[in-house]
T-cell receptor, first 113, second 114 residues
Framework: SQTIHQWPATLVQPVGSPLSLECTVE??????LYWYRQAAGRGLQLLFY??????ISSEVPQNLSASRPQDRQFILSSKKLLLSDSGFYLC????????????FGPGTRLTVL | AQSVTQLDSQVPVFEEAPVELRCNYS??????LFWYVQYPNQGLQLLLK??????LVKGINGFEAEFNKSQTSFHLRKPSVHISDTAEYFC????????????FGQGTTLQVKP
């Protein structure tokens, strides 16, 4: 069966510090991968998605970036965090076909102080 | 472009009462429709989805939703809720012509009271 992992589970970082969140998927190959952010009182915002190694599409201009160094690994990064980067970050995967369900990881709670 | 509107930010209801969570969408192209549930500090779990065929879709935990194309709605219903249904519920659409990106509504918090 497939599983999706995210770490860390929680993170408190000062403004201006770097960020690296990791997401890995097990039990499937060549998945579509997604990063979402959920800010307090708001819905989910798609940040990045990837259909293959090294292929990243950005949905929202911001100081975040994403990379996919391996087939089942998706990394969200920032060089300098802003207060507005605080939120709940969710990684998801799908088999790639248009009708496939997206399966979500447990999320990372990021607080920028 | 597509958008999703969940008309109620919070829905309080007593245990064993019926509930309806409303969702309306806007799209100029055909879409797929989804409902997800999120328990506190967890990821999202799929409740049900509409791709084609019967407009009444049954999902897990006794939930169902009905696709109404003329009203561009996809309301979620449950005839009798439990305390354990307390969670946040998200409606989402996926345009049928792209890489399966989901566009989410703002979410509805269902509060089931004893």
């Amino acid at each position: 069966s497939q599983t999706i992992h995210q770490w860390p589970a929680t993170l408190v970082q000062p403004v201006g510090s770097p960020l690296s969140l990791e997401c890995t998927v097990e039990g499937t190959s060549n998945p579509n991968l997604y990063w979402y952010r959920q800010a307090a009182g708001r819905g989910l915002q798609l940040l990045f998605y990837s259909v293959g190694i090294g292929q990243i599409s950005s949905e929202v201009p911001q100081n975040l970036s994403a990379s996919r160094p391996q087939d089942r690994q998706f990394i969200l990064s920032s060089k300098k965090l802003l207060l507005s980067d605080s939120g709940f970050y969710l990684c998801a995967w799908a088999k790639g076909r248009l009708t496939d369900t997206q399966y979500f990881g447990p999320g990372t709670r990021l607080t920028v102080l | 472009a597509q958008s999703v509107t969940q008309l109620d930010s919070q829905v309080p209801v007593f245990e064993e009462a019926p509930v309806e969570l409303r969702c309306n969408y806007s799209s100029s192209v055909s879409v797929y429709l989804f409902w997800y549930v999120q328990y506190p500090n967890q990821g999202l779990q799929l409740l049900l989805k509409y791709l084609s065929g019967s407009t009444l879709v049954k999902g897990i935990n006794g939930f169902e939703a009905e696709f109404n194309k003329s009203q561009t709605s996809f309301h979620l219903r449950k005839p009798s809720v439990h305390i354990s249904d307390t969670a946040e519920y998200f409606c989402a659409v996926s345009p049928s012509s792209n890489t399966g990106k989901l566009i989410f509504g703002q979410g509805t918090t269902l509060q089931v009271k004893p």
